[in-house]
């Protein structure tokens, strides 16, 4: 697919982002209103602990601003995204987080404000009328005390986190930017472009030269600038571990699970049960090279097509039926809202050259959702839709039903309902389709969803936790160790019949969520809910579908294991995990039997 210049994409195609701002120039003003507004609502310092009315009056304020905030942000984000080349987006982003950032400190005095009361006195506020619709954040907020510094340490924090985020800014601007990458040129004289938003379009071509040379050619500038990355992530683990021995954690990886009140049983029970089902995936690395007919199998061959003569591909108006039809189990509401959603072009779909790649959902409390996606025809883009449109609706419904304190949900239940629609399209796919072939594309599509998803993101989770490990315990993070690390879990993911080039090595470098520390493992355990919902949904129908949507609506309102168990599925046990793997195991074994009857 030739990658146009944003201009020539038709407007149709684009998101409407003016839901959020009439034009640049409105943002402008909005943003340089913001500092008069912060300063009325850090004139409360001092009185919050007067009386639960005074409270309640300065957190209404303060989520007040908080929502202007975040649409001056997500509109300078989603600027950014759509040419990340471009100087006003860049400028914007700045700004947004400059702003962002020295409001955070103005008002850095609240938290240890009302945790300096006693806890008779706390307690007694989070009982009063007044601060009926707060309680379970301030629950959370002494639940967190200890945790909290005095008001000057916390400003100070606060102040650092524009500084915090660098590494991550600096990686993704070399990544998205700068880095370039040479063209794939053919034997026959063809010669393919070569970028971060269509290199696993590449991967996933049927031709081996082509995801060969697109392989070496695209880690060949992550190795020519690997030294650079090397030190941006160390710089990242390194305030990780500063902030939490700064607030007195015993690692980085507690302090990030204790925001959401997840104990560590779960990430390295989900470790455990992976590596007790390596087996499943050396298998399907077995199959995969069998139906390839390859005497090698290597680390470009996991993506290609099990089919090679059979290539999918759909247009975006199909596209938006499929995922439709796949969603129908979860109601017509459901689907009002979905159609709502093309509609009103909250989607950006096809890449330009500049735009970020990979895919997302954004949005704020005020706006409707945006979703950015790079749209190629391939069945993996019709599921980026369905996925990212499940983040979507989870967005959605929290901000129907939940005030906006609430209407975030944690980034432990973030990737559920994405994940469902995933599900739900894979199914209504594999249910309508007789053809053996086509069903071995099928089964495909579902095992690299959840090699990619609980296999994959499970070993990226040990790799941030060998990374920070070495950090806490006083060691130091080079290029060569990390390249070492990485390629020594590849080997125990992917097992002895994959062959490992030295480009395999780089890989680490280009994954964007190790700059949100510990983030990646909840991409794992999110599937393996999800794959237990959409099962249910499936089998049970209408009372699965109301626990399911009541789950997706509760948001913030709750602790997020307690609000997955209302939905139905109990995480602090090792069960949802083993359930999906043994899931996983059942598809290898249909495309086993479907290849060998294809055989015959």
């Not at 300065?58 to 997500?74: G, K, Q, T, V």
């Not at 307690?123 to 301030?138: C, K, N, T, V």
């Not at 949802?576 to 009857?597: D, G, M, N, Q, W």
Request: aromatic content about 12%; charged content about 25%; glycine content about 6%.
């Amino acid at each position: 697919m030739e990658i146009k210049d944003r201009s020539l994409i038709e407007e149709q195609y684009k998101w409407d982002i003016t839901t959020l701002f009439a034009s640049d120039e409105a943002w402008e003003e909005a943003l340089k209103a913001i500092p008069a507004k912060a300063a009325k609502v850090a004139a409360y310092q001092g009185k919050l602990t007067q009386s639960p009315a005074g409270l309640r009056e300065f957190l209404d304020a303060e989520e007040a601003l908080d929502r202007e905030i975040e649409n001056i942000y997500c509109y300078a984000s989603l600027r950014y995204s759509e040419d990340t080349r471009a100087e006003a987006g860049q400028m914007m982003t700045s700004k947004a987080m400059g702003v962002l950032t020295q409001i955070g400190a103005s008002l850095s005095f609240a938290q240890p404000e009302i945790l300096s009361l006693s806890d008779a006195d706390f307690d007694r506020f989070m009982e009063s009328e007044e601060l009926a619709g707060y309680r379970h954040m301030l629950d959370d907020l002494k639940r967190r005390k200890a945790h909290t510094l005095s008001e000057k340490e916390e400003k100070i924090l606060s102040g650092m986190q524009e500084i915090r985020y660098a590494p991550g800014d600096i990686a993704n601007m070399l990544q998205d930017a700068d880095l370039k990458f040479d063209p794939v040129k053919l034997e026959s004289g063809e010669e393919l472009p070569l970028s971060g938003s269509n290199y696993i379009l590449l991967q996933s071509d049927s031709r081996r030269e082509v995801r060969e040379k697109a392989f070496r050619n695209y880690y060949k500038s992550f190795k020519n600038h690997i030294n650079t990355f090397a030190s941006t992530y160390s710089s990242s683990v390194k305030g990780d571990v500063f902030m939490a021995r700064t607030r007195g954690y015993e690692s980085a990886r507690a302090m990030s699970m204790a925001g959401e009140n997840i104990p560590a049983s779960v990430y390295d029970g989900l470790v455990e049960t992976v590596h007790k089902y390596m087996p499943a995936m050396y298998r399907y690395v077995e199959l995969r090279k069998k139906i390839l007919g390859l005497d090698e199998i290597h680390y470009y061959d996991v993506y290609a097509p099990l089919c090679k003569d059979l290539d999918l591909k759909y247009t975006y108006e199909q596209a938006k039926a499929m995922v439709k039809k796949a969603v129908a189990p979860l109601g017509e509401d459901y689907v009002a809202t979905v159609q709502r959603g093309f509609d009103e072009r909250w989607i950006d779909v096809y890449p330009n050259t500049g735009k970020s790649g990979g895919a997302y959902s954004s949005g704020t409390y005020d706006s409707n959702p945006f979703i950015m996606c790079n749209f190629t025809g391939t069945i993996d883009s019709v599921s980026t839709i369905a996925h990212e449109m499940g983040h979507s609706m989870h967005t959605h419904l929290a901000n129907t039903h939940q005030p906006a304190h609430y209407a975030g949900y944690t980034l432990f239940v973030a990737e559920i309902a994405s994940t469902v629609n995933e599900n739900l399209l894979i199914e209504q796919l594999l249910k309508e389709e007789k053809d053996p072939k086509t069903r071995l594309y099928l089964l495909n599509q579902y095992l690299e969803n959840f090699k990619g998803t609980v296999y994959r993101q499970t070993m990226f989770a040990e790799f941030e936790q060998k990374a920070h490990a070495i950090i806490e315990e006083g060691g130091a993070l080079s290029a060569e160790l990390m390249n070492q690390i990485y390629e020594d879990l590849v080997k125990l993911y992917f097992g002895p019949s994959m062959v490992l080039d030295e480009e395999v090595r780089y890989e680490w470098a280009r994954i964007p969520h190790f700059y949100r520390a510990f983030y990646v493992y909840k991409y794992a355990t999110g599937y393996s809910s999800a794959v237990a919902l959409s099962e249910k949904i499936l089998t049970e129908g209408e009372p699965a579908v109301k626990k399911y949507l009541e789950f997706l609506s509760m948001a913030g309102s709750d602790y997020p294991l307690a609000t997955l168990q209302h939905g139905g599925v109990d995480l602090s046990t090792p069960e949802p995990i083993e359930r999906a793997l043994k899931k996983f195991e059942s598809i290898v074994e249909e495309a086993e039997k479907t290849y060998e009857a294809l055989q015959a």
